[in-house]
């Protein structure tokens, strides 16, 4: 029996929705409230102002798709759900970046884990950028508020044998391991929640925070490409968008212009930061697309006998913080142990070479497991992270650093990930290098991981969490905003979304920018209704 689609229902009813793509004349649009993006940070907004009464217009650069459209099928899930149709990289190639472009942004492509911040980044935060009011204690009701309204919760299914393989090898050697808190209802358990949920399972804002807006008389403007805010003084006047063509790559040549008393940019840590820079708005500290964040990743691939199939069931289950706060928050560079999924598409990207090589690797692919490294940038002077610039054409790019530091957490985090597969089992592991190859033992393998040069492009690097460009914290010397989400400078500017993040926490952040979000656009309903 077909899975109802929830979101074309809506339509149905009268949601009222505008696609860029299809005008012919350019447009103009007005609401109390703008909010520009509607990924985590957005929708979580976009439903909290619309509850309070407040006439919502939500813009999104990507396509509308709904369950109906996704179809588990890696060249259509990335050419159309992500950014740069999955393109986007680091300004050198070196960094692999996934985020979503599509209504309900990366929510609607993520893996669903589901982590609180951790309290050592929190506390950090305080102490060290001036942040205030997101203590641990303060921030526990916004996150139990989250969590009911997405569903977050332990994963109580058993792991995959992609999963279970951090559990068994972190076991013998006493390592603490937990389980994945996941923001589904109703699962199936399929594992391709990368390319959009097929069954509405998967509590992303298309499902869940997008439609109670529509509901509530908000309006929805997709394929428009935000290009820049109009500033007079110390006020945003109005915002002009590009509309996009059906694919969001080509702008059409049609202009859509928003009036709004009020504009939440909740584009994330690369297009907020490169919005305000294609604007001019007021920086004058230069702290606009400063002190940008990856959890940079690297991969350990491992051969078992018996068979993984790492491209089924639930993508992330179980997890590693054991050598994440070793040291505190300021030694050497922390790391969170995870699994991707590996379909064929991603598996062969990340295994890279050509010919009999990757055949051999795609052929192996039923009994190959594979472990990433979350990596914990920000907390040190030797990790200052990354740039946000704007390319001639003015669309934005991350210039990102890799440091000696850096390069330091990622060896280590090479020798755990081995340590635990072999515990787990593995006949043989390889870490994900030009130079590496399988090798049958730890101490092999061990001898290997020291000896690679580890250096850009030869190292395979990824991150699919951008945090940062848009700093929170009372110091507007330091800071975009204050920690109320309040641009230091425009004085009916907010920004809700991961940009805000001081650094990067140390764990998958959607619940964070869910959770901070929602704490901000609730005071910001009440400063919006008592001016």
Not at 289 to 303: D, E, I
Request: glycine content about 10%; proline content about 6%.
């Amino acid at each position: 029996m077909p899975v109802p689609d929830l979101f074309r229902e809506g339509l149905a009813r009268g949601w009222k929705t505008h696609n860029g793509s299809t005008l012919d004349n350019d447009l103009t649009l007005e609401a109390d409230i703008a909010i520009i993006g509607s990924g985590a940070g957005g929708g979580t907004t976009a439903e909290i102002l619309s509850n309070a009464g407040f006439k919502v217009l939500l813009i999104e650069e990507g396509p509308l798709k709904t369950s109906s459209d996704f179809k588990l099928l890696e060249g259509e899930a990335y050419t159309n759900l992500y950014q740069e149709g999955v393109g986007r990289m680091s300004k050198d190639g070196a960094i692999s970046i996934l985020q979503g472009r599509a209504v309900g942004g990366t929510t609607l492509v993520n893996w669903t884990s589901s982590f609180r911040t951790p309290a050592p980044t929190l506390e950090y935060w305080a102490r060290e950028h001036a942040v205030s009011g997101h203590s641990e204690e303060a921030m526990a009701p916004w996150f139990a508020q989250m969590e009911q309204r997405l569903g977050v919760a332990p994963w109580l299914v058993p792991p995959n044998a992609n999963n279970e393989v951090i559990r068994t090898g972190c076991e013998k050697l006493g390592y603490r391991w937990q389980v994945i808190p996941r923001n589904v209802r109703g699962c199936w358990n399929l594992g391709y929640c990368g390319m959009g949920c097929p069954t509405n399972a998967k509590q992303s804002m298309l499902v869940t925070t997008i439609p109670a807006t529509l509901e509530n008389g908000g309006e929805l403007l997709y394929l428009a490409r935000a290009q820049r805010l109009l500033i007079a003084g110390d006020q945003v006047t109005g915002l002009e968008c590009q509309a996009m063509d059906r694919r969001s790559v080509t702008p059409t040549g049609c202009t859509i212009t928003v009036k709004a008393r009020h504009y939440v940019l909740a584009g994330g840590g690369i297009n907020s930061p490169g919005l305000l820079l294609r604007s001019e708005a007021p920086d004058p500290y230069r702290r606009v697309g400063k002190r940008t964040f990856l959890h940079l990743v690297n991969f350990s691939a491992a051969q078992f006998a018996t068979a993984i199939n790492p491209f089924y069931g639930a993508p992330q289950s179980i997890y590693t913080d054991h050598f994440q706060w070793q040291d505190g928050a300021t030694g050497p560079m922390g790391y969170k142990l995870e699994v991707p999924p590996l379909h064929p598409a991603l598996a062969a990207t990340l295994f890279g070479g050509y010919g009999e090589t990757n055949a051999e690797h795609m052929a192996q692919l039923p009994n190959t497991h594979m472990m990433l490294a979350l990596m914990r940038d920000g907390f040190h002077p030797d990790s200052p992270g990354g740039n946000v610039e704007l390319r001639a054409d003015g669309s934005p790019v991350l210039d990102y650093s890799v440091t000696p530091y850096s390069w330091d957490g990622l060896r280590r985090a090479f020798h755990s990930m081995a340590e635990i597969q072999f515990a787990a089992g593995a006949s043989a592991v390889m870490p994900l290098h030009s130079d590496a190859h399988y090798l049958k033992t730890l101490g092999e393998t061990r001898e290997h991981i020291n000896n690679l040069s580890l250096e850009r492009y030869r190292t395979r690097l990824a991150s699919a969490h951008v945090m940062g460009g848009c700093a929170m914290g009372e110091n507007p010397h330091l800071a975009v905003t204050d920690s109320l989400g309040r641009h230091h400078q425009l004085r009916n500017l907010s920004i809700h979304d991961g940009s805000l993040f001081p650094t990067s926490i140390g764990a998958n952040p959607q619940l964070s920018v869910y959770a901070l979000t929602a704490k901000l656009a609730t005071e910001l309903a009440q400063r919006l209704k008592n001016p």
